[in-house]
């Protein structure tokens, strides 16, 4: 027989409009997004906090304790790492050991399309290239902020405890212009380094680093290239599996945890709440001021030609597709030309990350969302959500008029 039976299908995410976004694209997609949220969250923390340092330091802080509190007292720790040995098929002869802790880095990474390379993985030394990082537009905080949890990592893993015993250093980021990501771990022992503060990890190693040629850097991470992430030890996690823990973790610790530490920074709740509404409000209005921007929204969603631009249905189609993207349970209620409702419940929507709920998920979306219809569709449409004191939520795409709109 010269012809198949049928085409192969593959998985995908259907767009109201039955454009399918395939599986890979809507992951890297969904990856930007939580950058982007995680960009305009630190915006608001630079005008709340106008020193460097000052808000460096309290975001380290943060990540760290909240990395390492994560596994619980010195006993659940003990079997918290027990776990981790056990799902990456460490081998029994392997010392218990602080370099371990490298793969919760490296797997982390890839996990969420930083693509790159293990350079070194020794007991003294661990070093990992990075060519990609989709959360290099959030800034050179957010790079040391990684640091931080890096340590932990170490940390959790070493035979003796939480002892410091690795030195780090981020020698290069993405986010602060260079071409490369490079996290650098050593041994103080072995090579004789000295402690460190929140702030001492972006200088550089004792010992030499290798840089990959630019034309042999890598444009995608591992589960994308090979339909999943493979660790030193042979142990393997599927595209599928990779897509949503991103979708999980990548919120926790991008915008979570450095949220803990930006809402100290004002004066009070009211204050902060104040100054993210303004932010993530002007950030919407800028996704759609260029007319190309809203053409290459409808190409990507599929939008037919009958649908006009001045229609409310193609804020509402966008927000599906969010939603569909980022793995976010909902149901399309109502879609017609006067009103597009889309139905989530207060869990899916707040709760990526089960053990820490974000009720901002829903103050910056809602914000977000009500300013980017008036640059994508008109003025005349606003976006809002409804029945955030229950159980369900309502996304509503409609006509309305407020006399102290902003």
Sequence with gaps: M???????????????????????????????????FSAN?????????????????????????????????????????KAFYDEWNIPEFCESSSWLGAIFGDSGDEYQNMAGRVIMFTPQRAEKELDICPWDIVGSELCNMTTAMFLANFDLCSSRGAENEMALD????????????????ERKDVFGRAGQGPLDHMGKPSAPVR????????????PLRNGAYVNVFGEEKSLEWCYRWTMENGWTWSVTFPMIAIKDMAKDEDEFIRIFKVVFSTAGKNTFIDPFAV???????????????????LMGGYIKAMLDTQLVPNELIRFDSEETRVRVTQEDFTARFAMSPMEELTIGYEALWHNMVKTMVSPEWSCWIEGQD?????????????????
């Design 170 to 185: 981020m020698c290069e980021a993405r986010g602060c212009g260079d071409m490369h990501c490079r996290v650098v771990a």
């Design 295 to 313: 053409e290459g929204m409808r190409v990507w969603l599929g939008v037919p030609h009958e649908i006009s631009g001045n229609d409310g249905r």
């Design 390 to 406: 229950g159980e369900t939520l309502e996304i509503v795409v409609a006509r309305k008029i407020d006399k102290k709109m902003i």
């Design 2 to 36: 010269p012809l198949k039976d049928k085409l192969e299908t593959t998985k995908g995410v259907t767009t109201v409009w039955g454009k399918v976004i395939p599986e890979k694209e809507a992951y890297k997609y969904g990856i930007r997004q939580i950058a982007s």
């Design 211 to 222: 840089s990959t040629p630019r034309e042999r850097m890598l444009k995608e991470a591992q």
């Design 41 to 81: 969250l630190f915006q608001v923390m630079r005008i709340l906090e106008p020193d460097y340092n000052t808000r460096t330091a309290a975001i380290c802080e943060i990540a760290n304790m909240m990395n390492m509190s994560v596994a619980g007292t010195d006993e659940m720790q003990q079997e918290y790492v």
